[in-house]
T-cell receptor, first 116, second 112 residues
Framework: NAGVTQTPKFQVLKTGQSMTLQCAQD?????MSWYRQDPGMGLRLIHY???????DQGEVPNGYNVSRSTTEDFPLRLLSAAPSQTSVYFC???????????????FGSGTRLTVV | KNQVEQSPQSLIILEGKNCTLQ??????????LRWYKQDTGRGPVSLTI?????NTKSNRRYTATLDADTKQSSLHITASQLSDSASYIC???????????FGAGTRLTVKP
């Protein structure tokens, strides 16, 4: 049982490049989400999904795309990287928010992205 | 706008000492409040969760309190250990949406 697996752990991009951050979970969770963590700020929700084929925007969705073709995978795509997207990105999965009072969310170990 | 404010921003204590971290929130309608521990370079891990009807909950050396009237929570760490060095994040969920609001965290350093 690997939990939530994020790849890569580190990435450096040039401005304008695109890339995909991978996230996979093996707990059969319906809910998956992407957050970014910046110094001095709480984690902010980028996009989330409540099941395969269903995605929605969070607090800071601009510049990011997601898709959810399977229950297990929830990739985050940066369309044209900008220095403002330099951050640490976390993927999380869990029961739906209304049911997460039991075990909460499981977070991946993060992807540290630098855009130069 | 729903917000979660944590204090202090950072804290340094000696091993074996106790400390208390604070969390104030304005999320409404309130569903639950959870404390997470985030070690450096890792994702957050849940410590405890408080629902509206709960005032105190303990998990080993961690004791969380909740005052839903004043919208305040605290996390008390007893007999601190070096492994307690981490960021502690307060997360509040509203009852009417799929979002959670994260505090910026308190960075705790326990020194020998």
């Amino acid at each position: 049982n690997a939990g939530v697996t994020q790849t890569p752990k580190f990435q450096v991009l040039k401005t304008g490049q695109s890339m995909t951050l991978q996230c996979a979970q093996d707990m059969n969770h319906e809910y998956m989400s992407w957050y970014r963590q910046d110094p001095g700020m709480g984690l902010r929700l980028i996009h989330y999904s409540v099941g395969a084929g269903i995605t929605d925007q969070g607090e800071v969705p601009n510049g990011y795309n997601v898709s959810r073709s399977t229950t297990e995978d929830f990739p985050l795509r940066l369309l044209s990287a900008a220095p403002s997207q330099t951050s640490v990105y976390f993927c999380a999965s869990g029961p739906t928010p209304r049911d997460q009072h039991v075990n909460g969310y499981t977070f991946g170990s993060g992807t540290r992205l630098t855009v130069v | 706008k729903n917000q979660v404010e944590q204090s202090p921003q950072s804290l340094i204590i000696l091993e074996g000492k106790n400390c208390t971290l604070q969390c104030n929130y304005t999320v409404s309608p309130f569903s639950n409040l959870r404390w997470y521990k985030q070690d450096t370079g890792r994702g957050p891990v849940s410590l405890t969760i408080m629902t509206f009807s709960e005032n105190t909950k303990s998990n080993r050396r961690y004791t969380a309190t909740l005052d839903a009237d004043t919208k305040q929570s605290s996390l008390h760490i007893t007999a601190s250990q070096l492994s307690d060095s981490a960021s502690y994040i307060c997360v509040v969920s509203a009852d009417n949406n799929n979002d959670m609001r994260f505090g910026a965290g308190t960075r705790l350093t326990v020194k020998p």
